[in-house]
C-alpha cells in the first residue's frame, strides 16, 4: 500500500473552480488582463506564483486558501449533504446565495407598501361614510 499523497496541482483546482462558477476561459482571461492561451497554460501548470494565485483567486472571487484546499470529494459531499439531509449540515463553511441585508429591505418595503395601502382603503371607507 502506498503512502504517498496527490499531487496538489494548482492549476487543475482553478480549472474545476472556474468551471463550478460556470465561467469560461476567456471571461478569467478578461479579468486578469491577459488572454485565453494563458489560463489555459496556467491551469495545466502545477505550480503558480503566489502573486499569480492571488490575482486569480480575486477574479474567481475565492481565497487564495480556497484554491489550495479545493476538493472536489468536498464539493460533492456538501452538494450531497445539502441536498439529502437538510436538517444535520454540521460541518464546513455555507454561505446564503443571497445578500440577507437585501432580503431584510424587500420584507421592509413590502411591509411599508402594505401600510399604504391599508391606509388608503381607510381613507375610502371613510369617505364613504360620509357620503351617506
Do not use: W
Not at 446565495?97 to 429591505?105: A, E, H, Q, R, S
Amino acid at each position: 500500500m502506498s503512502t504517498a499523497t496527490k499531487p496538489n496541482h494548482i492549476g487543475r483546482k482553478i480549472s474545476r473552480i472556474r468551471e463550478l462558477k460556470d465561467m469560461k476561459q476567456e471571461a478569467l482571461a478578461q479579468a486578469l488582463g491577459t488572454n485565453q492561451q494563458a489560463v489555459s497554460i496556467m491551469e495545466n501548470s502545477e505550480t503558480i506564483e503566489e502573486e499569480k494565485l492571488a490575482e486569480v483567486a480575486k477574479a474567481l472571487g475565492v481565497s487564495v486558501e480556497a484554491i489550495k484546499n479545493f476538493s472536489e470529494e468536498a464539493v460533492f459531499n456538501i452538494i450531497g449533504n445539502t441536498f439529502e439531509d437538510h436538517g444535520s449540515i454540521t460541518t464546513g463553511n455555507y454561505h446564503c446565495t443571497f445578500n440577507p441585508l437585501d432580503k431584510v429591505i424587500e420584507l421592509y418595503e413590502r411591509l411599508i407598501q402594505a401600510e399604504k395601502e391599508l391606509v388608503q382603503a381607510e381613507k375610502e371607507k371613510v369617505e364613504l361614510l360620509k357620503g351617506k
